[in-house]
């Protein structure tokens, strides 16, 4: 069975840092790009982070620009979040998840998909 | 506000069957037309449950199915069970964010 794993979660103060991890079993995570998505406490699902598998190609949401930082070690199968200044709006709980990326076959465009999620890891920032 | 408009809850009786709709625009489900859709029950991860806009995965029932049309996508479940009660998310790649979610609807199982 394919899984994800994260963890690295805290509460923190506001302004300051925290690094999210994230482990795959079953499956081969340096494979597949992986996002980071997030759902604050009773909210809707955000994206957040995306890199892709070799990790040359990373995205960022607006929000979160500037302030976290995503990368890969594909020799130790396992995706990080770097978080920095910290702010009360970030609190939430951060999932991992494997991007199925597009691709193009006789059929037409594929994937753009998120297939496998972990369980999630808690970000509190609060004073 | 999420780019892509869900309502906000549905409700439905055992052996019934729901629609859910997601409106989005040109500059997103009118331009990809790959919109997935992902079942999230309470305290639990989402999971999977439409991709590319009418497939399912191994091991989702038939009695979901996806469809797409212009800038709008729609999930139908059929034959309402109590286990289907949860809430639901469309998502689709967009020219101006990489990923956008709904803001899913809740659904009710009388």
């Known amino acids: 069975e394919e899984q994800l794993l994260e963890s690295g979660g805290a509460l923190v103060q506001p302004g300051g840092s925290l690094r999210l991890s994230c482990s795959a079993s079953?499956?081969?995570?340096?494979?597949?790009?992986v996002n980071w998505v997030r759902q604050a406490p009773g909210k809707g699902l955000d994206w957040v982070s995306a890199i892709s598998a070799s990790g040359d190609a990373r995205l960022y949401a607006d929000s979160v620009k500037g302030r976290f930082t995503i990368s890969r070690d594909n020799f130790r199968n396992t995706v990080h979040l770097q978080m920095s200044s910290l702010r009360a709006e970030d609190t939430a709980l951060y999932y991992c998840?494997?991007?199925?990326?597009?691709?193009?076959?006789?059929?037409?465009?594929?994937?753009?998909?998120?297939?496998?999620w972990g369980q999630g890891t808690p970000v509190s920032v609060s004073s | 506000q999420s780019a892509l408009t869900q309502p906000a809850s549905v409700s439905g009786s055992p052996g019934q069957s729901i629609t859910i709709s997601c409106t989005g625009t040109s500059s997103d489900i009118g331009t990809y037309n790959l919109v997935s859709w992902y079942q999230q029950h309470p305290g639990k991860a989402p999971k999977l449950l439409i991709y590319?806009?009418?497939q399912r995965p191994s091991g989702i029932s038939n009695r979901f199915s996806g469809s797409e049309s212009g800038n709008t996508a729609s999930l139908t479940i059929s034959g309402l069970q109590a286990e289907d009660e949860a809430h639901y998310y469309c998502c689709s790649d967009a020219v101006y964010t990489p990923v956008v979610f709904g803001g899913g609807t809740k659904l009710t199982v009388l």
């Open positions: 079953g499956f081969t995570l340096s494979n597949f790009a």
């Open positions: 998840v494997q991007r199925i990326t597009e691709y193009e076959d006789s059929s037409g465009s594929h994937g753009r998909y998120y297939h496998t």
């Open positions: 590319e806009g009418t």
